[in-house]
T-cell receptor
Framework: DAKTTQPPSMDCAEGRAANLPCNHS???????VYWYRQIHSQGPQYIIH???NNETNEMASLIITEDRKSSTLILPHATLRDTAVYYC???????????FGAGTRLTVKP | KAGVTQTPRYLIKTRGQQVTLSCSPI?????VSWYQQTPGQGLQFLFE???????NKGNFPGRFSGRQFSNSRSEMNVSTLELGDSALYLC??????????????FGAGTRLSVL
């Protein structure tokens, strides 16, 4: 059973920020929010993860609501190469047992 | 630093056969996990190995097995192949504690087709 809910698809203009939402209303206290993406014919790529504070790295920012029931992945300046399926999952950090759902297919358009 | 390497990239087998897939993790990574990805089920966890020991196991039948060698390289084996085993099999490597590092690094996968 899915622990996260994401919109099936989104479009974004090149150079603009892409904001990808994720709902995880049943998240447990020891579960982290992880984001991955997968470009066609490649393996998934880790993007970012967080517990309850907002996080930023060279790829993206992660905004987690105070109640931790939802989060938003922000790609600040989307490029055509960011076109991919983006997966939001919740998991205990030391546990590799994770399952991806359908994710959000992000299409960045020129 | 070289990434996670999976071989072969593509494989075609027939029902009833067995198959062995190989994964070489990133140098220094001691944890190797295997996943199955299909359009219908998404990505599902098979098992994880750390220091040659299976540390975690998903909900797959016993036909799916794996092992890890002393150099952290890992193999997974599927016996008595079924049509439903057709999938992209992904290997991921990581250091021991995911809270300290950037999650796993995935290989490009082995696409298995069972005819």
């Amino acid at each position: 059973d899915a622990k996260t809910t994401q919109p099936p698809s989104m479009d974004c203009a090149e150079g603009r920020a892409a904001n990808l939402p994720c709902n995880h209303s049943t998240i447990s206290g020891n579960e982290y929010v992880y984001w991955y993406r997968q470009i066609h014919s490649q393996g998934p790529q880790y993007i970012i993860h967080g517990l309850k504070n907002n996080e930023t790295n060279e790829m993206a920012s992660l905004i987690i609501t105070e109640d931790r029931k939802s989060s938003t992945l922000i790609l600040p300046h989307a490029t055509l190469r960011d076109t991919a399926v983006y997966y939001c999952i919740v998991r205990v950090a030391v546990n590799n047992d994770m399952r991806f759902g359908a994710g959000t297919r992000l299409t960045v358009k020129p | 630093k070289a990434g996670v390497t999976q071989t072969p990239r593509y494989l075609i087998k027939t029902r009833g056969q067995q198959v062995t897939l190989s994964c070489s993790p990133i140098s220094g990574h001691r944890s190797v996990s295997w996943y199955q990805q299909t359009p219908g089920q998404g990505l599902q966890f098979l098992f994880e190995y750390f220091s040659e020991t299976q540390r975690n196991k998903g909900n797959f039948p016993g036909r799916f097995s794996g092992r890890q060698f002393s150099n952290s390289r890992s193999e997974m084996n599927v016996s008595t192949l079924e049509l439903g085993d057709s999938a992209l099999y992904l290997c991921a490597s990581s250091l021991t504690n995911l809270t300290l590092v950037r999650g796993e690094y995935f290989g490009a996968g082995t696409r298995l087709s069972v005819l």
